[in-house]
């Protein structure tokens, strides 16, 4: 038997594999290092009998099932299914309460209603009306007092419910007129009733003839939606144009282009998206942001 080679430095038996002048030691892995890759090695046969784990040949669709038949989808539907189930009882309330008031006076309610809204709002409204629902461009803002349909409790459910412009029969629906894209009025027109707008929210530092032209314009063309002050029309969505509140933007540029091309945002209906106990925790929730006006109160539509 032809004795082993010892490396001089390390102590150790080298493989007899040489290359360049460096020699291979035959130094093997720690034994418990091996139990542990072989045991990874038959836990892995293991579980691709058990659980779902191939998948199919390219072509087909699918995967292994398992012996066991689980499945990750079916476990969080049967989950959220036992979560829906624990919030019935809340739900059934919240369906039952019929007003703000009646939930707010429960505080379990009220905290349970504020939290779904909050969870409903984050998936279905925050992208167009921001996470802290303070709006953009064209996207109102529902922290303040002002609102185009209303802001008591009940006129929000019911935006919620039909949308604005959607394809729900009852949908709430109102068009501005593209004064200049339709020819309407001239630029120099719009211009005019624009100063004139502007000033009726306090800006100041217009032509006193511009003005009273823009005003005339505005009692031809405007006062029928908007009022005859201004202040607009919560029941067919025309913004009060008094309170400095703009949704398109306040700019004169901004403003002049809202006139030109007359405004058409839309809000999806959620009614058949969301059971109602949703859309009134909903409901609850943006009424709750600070913005909600009292049932007798009919001020503040919100501007454009």
């Given at each position: 038997?032809?004795?082993?080679?010892?490396?001089?430095?390390?102590g150790?038996?080298?493989?007899?594999?040489?290359w360049d002048?460096?020699?291979?030691?035959?130094?093997?892995?720690?034994?418990?290092w091996?139990?542990?890759?072989?045991?990874?090695?038959?836990?892995?046969?293991v579980?691709?009998?058990?659980m779902?784990?191939?998948?199919?040949?390219?072509?087909?669709?699918?995967?292994?099932?398992g012996?066991?038949?689980?499945?990750?989808?079916?476990?969080?539907?049967?989950?959220?299914?036992?979560?829906?189930?624990?919030?019935?009882?809340?739900?059934?309330?919240?369906?039952?309460?019929?007003?703000?008031?009646?939930?707010?006076?429960?505080?379990?309610?009220?905290?349970?209603?504020?939290?779904a809204g909050?969870?409903?709002f984050?998936?279905?409204?925050?992208?167009?009306?921001?996470?802290?629902a303070?709006?953009?461009?064209?996207?109102?803002?529902?922290?303040?007092?002002?609102?185009?349909?209303g802001?008591?409790?009940?006129?929000?459910?019911?935006t919620?419910?039909?949308?604005?412009?959607?394809?729900?029969p009852?949908t709430?629906?109102?068009?501005?007129p593209?004064?200049?894209?339709?020819?309407?009025?001239?630029?120099?027109?719009?211009?005019?009733?624009?100063?004139?707008?502007?000033?009726?929210?306090?800006?100041?530092?217009?032509?006193?003839?511009?003005?009273?032209?823009?005003?005339?314009?505005?009692?031809?063309?405007?006062?029928?939606?908007?009022?005859?002050?201004g202040?607009g029309?919560?029941s067919?969505?025309?913004?009060?144009?008094?309170?400095?509140i703009?949704?398109?933007?306040?700019?004169?540029?901004?403003?002049?282009?809202?006139?030109?091309r007359?405004?058409?945002?839309?809000?999806?209906a959620?009614?058949?998206?969301?059971?109602?106990?949703?859309?009134t925790?909903?409901?609850?929730?943006?009424?709750?942001?600070?913005g909600?006006?009292?049932?007798?109160?009919s001020?503040?539509?919100?501007?454009?």
């Open positions: 038997m032809t004795d082993k080679e010892i490396d001089q430095e390390t150790t038996e080298t493989t007899g594999h040489e002048g460096i020699k291979e030691l035959d130094n093997p892995l720690p034994r418990w091996l139990w542990v890759f072989y045991t990874s090695i038959v836990w892995s046969v579980y691709w009998v058990l779902p784990a191939w998948p199919a040949p390219p072509g087909l669709q699918g995967h292994t099932e012996v066991v038949g689980n499945s990750e989808r079916v476990n969080v539907a049967a989950d959220m299914d036992a979560l829906q189930a624990s919030r019935s009882g809340l739900y059934g309330e919240l369906q039952a309460a019929g007003s703000y008031q009646a939930i707010e006076a429960d505080p379990v309610l009220f905290r349970f209603a504020l939290a909050d969870s409903a984050g998936n279905f409204c925050a992208t167009c009306h921001g996470a802290g303070q709006g953009f461009a064209g996207y109102p803002n529902l922290n303040d007092d002002d609102w185009l349909w802001g008591t409790f009940d006129d929000i459910r019911h919620l419910v039909v949308g604005i412009r959607a394809d729900h009852e709430r629906f109102s068009q501005m593209a004064y200049g894209a339709d020819g309407l009025l001239s630029r120099e027109e719009i211009r005019q009733v624009r100063d004139y707008v502007l000033n009726l929210s306090g800006e100041t530092g217009f032509d006193a003839a511009a003005l009273e032209a823009g005003g005339e314009i505005f009692a031809a063309q405007c006062a029928t939606c908007h009022g005859a002050d202040t029309d919560p067919q969505g025309a913004p009060n144009l008094t309170d400095a703009w949704l398109y933007g306040s700019s004169p540029e901004q403003v002049e282009t809202t006139i030109w007359g405004p058409y945002g839309v809000m999806p959620w009614e058949g998206r969301l059971d109602d106990p949703t859309i925790a909903l409901a609850t929730y943006v009424y709750s942001l600070g909600g006006q009292s049932a007798d109160t001020e503040g539509a919100a501007g454009e």
